[in-house]
């Protein structure tokens, strides 16, 4: 039995990730022949750990199939799957569902598993997140995950400022001024990779504009000129000038801007459930609580997001065989719930045991009372237009005097990826 673990640490520069790249498809065209072969961007500790555990369960139940796991950095494989799927395919790809899945299909990158859907129950099993996965009427991978997104915050720090949990945007406001000014830091994030930026534009937008002109913007059919989209970013520049955001978040990742937070310099932290086993880890969870994101804008819907993590066959894949049983085998109720838990995500599989940790229980329900679910920014947009978005939120977040400058800027990139309005 062979398992293969290649990190892409972000610490290379970029002729070493393209080195690495190639030594990574080497490598996979040399063990690929009878073997089953699976890229994984599951690289820090806690969803490693889920994983390995649903590969030898997987290993367990087919001790016939090999299973081979190149093991990529999480960011540095948004970069290389793009070459991977057109250069030397593995025969299993972790991806996310919506557009992100979509761009690949629509380019012939991935391959119809409508079969795994019904051979294996799925249309039943998975039936919630069945149309995140649809493309014309057939199913191209298998979601294996969601997540609620929301605000993670140190309740003993607001107990200790006798803080109630905000409701409404002057409440949330009223909160991060009390927080600031006993040198607390209202909310931590980091911007490094941009996509957490993107929460934020989600949630103000979604609260003040509603789901249906957020997708009809992330599907390219509004300006970003548009008045309407005026007041997101008003909200937002609210917030910005009074200081209530961590001091240079732009240099600091996603896992960096954890440390305020349980160190207890910083009090709220807009981010998905795949925090919670960094909380427990780091010995803070009992002096945590999450509480959804606040209402804007009285009579708008509440959407939620909540990205589903998918697994893909791609179309250049070796071994379909093995790989149609791996994408099966989430139908398994055990390891569904096994994946889950160890994830710290809720998992799409209906008969999975409920979760019985208190964040999953939170975000269930309030997933299950929500208007509508968006997948989240860079999920639902046009991968090139997501990331131009993303990089002109984290602009704005630094530079909120540019925001002419920015939507116009945005405005064109949508013109040319979508097409004149």
């Known amino acids: 039995m062979i398992y293969l673990d290649v990190l892409l640490k972000n610490n290379y520069g970029g002729k070493m990730k393209k080195l690495l790249t190639l030594i990574i498809l080497f490598t996979s065209t040399v063990v690929s022949a009878g073997n089953l072969v699976i890229n994984s961007n599951q690289s820090g500790a806690s969803s490693k750990a889920g994983f390995d555990a649903y590969v030898n369960a997987f290993r367990a139940a087919h001790p016939e199939v090999t299973v081979v796991v190149n093991e990529f950095e999480h960011e540095a494989y948004k970069t290389a799957i793009r070459n991977f799927l057109t250069a030397e395919a593995p025969d299993v790809a972790i991806w996310f569902a919506g557009n992100r899945m979509k761009f690949f299909v629509d380019q012939g990158l ?228 096994n994946w889950a838990t160890m994830g710290g995500m809720l998992s799409p599989n209906k008969y999975a045991d409920k979760p019985t940790d208190r964040f999953s229980i939170m975000g269930a329900e309030m997933l299950a009372a929500a208007d509508d679910i968006a997948q989240f920014w860079d999920r639902d947009a046009n991968p090139d237009m997501a990331g131009a978005a993303m ?11 540019r925001e002419d400058k920015i939507r116009a800027r945005l405005e064109k990139e949508r013109a040319r990826i979508h097409g004149a309005l």
């Open 110 to 337: 991935f391959q119809d598993v409508s079969d795994v859907w019904s051979d294996a129950g799925l249309n039943d099993s998975m039936a919630s997140s069945k149309g995140s996965l649809t493309v014309d009427g057939k199913q191209y991978g298998v979601p294996w995950g969601y997540y609620q997104w929301g605000v993670y915050y140190r309740k003993d720090l607001f107990d200790n400022l006798g803080l109630n949990v905000p409701k409404n945007w002057e409440e949330f406001k009223r909160v991060c001024a009390m927080l600031k000014k006993n040198d607390i830091t209202p909310i931590t994030i980091g911007t490094k990779y941009l996509w957490t930026a993107g929460g934020w534009f989600d949630y103000l937008n979604l609260r003040i504009n509603g789901y249906q002109f957020h997708m009809d913007l992330t599907a390219g059919k509004v300006s970003y000129e548009d008045p309407r989209l005026d007041a997101t970013f008003d909200h937002w520049r609210e917030l910005l000038d009074a200081g209530y955001f961590l001091e240079d978040h732009a240099s600091f990742s996603w896992q960096d801007a954890q440390a305020p937070q349980i160190n207890g310099e910083a009090a709220m932290y807009l981010i998905g459930n795949f925090y919670v086993p960094t909380l427990e880890e780091a010995g803070v969870k009992d002096k945590m609580d999450f509480f959804q994101f606040p209402t804007i804008v009285e009579g708008v819907g509440v959407a939620e997001d909540a990205p589903t993590d998918t697994m893909h066959i791609p179309s250049g894949a070796k071994n379909v065989e093995d790989a149609k049983k791996f994408l099966a085998f989430m139908s398994n109720k055990e390891a569904a719930t």
């Open 391 to 401: 990089e002109g939120f984290q602009e704005f977040m630094v530079k909120p005097d």
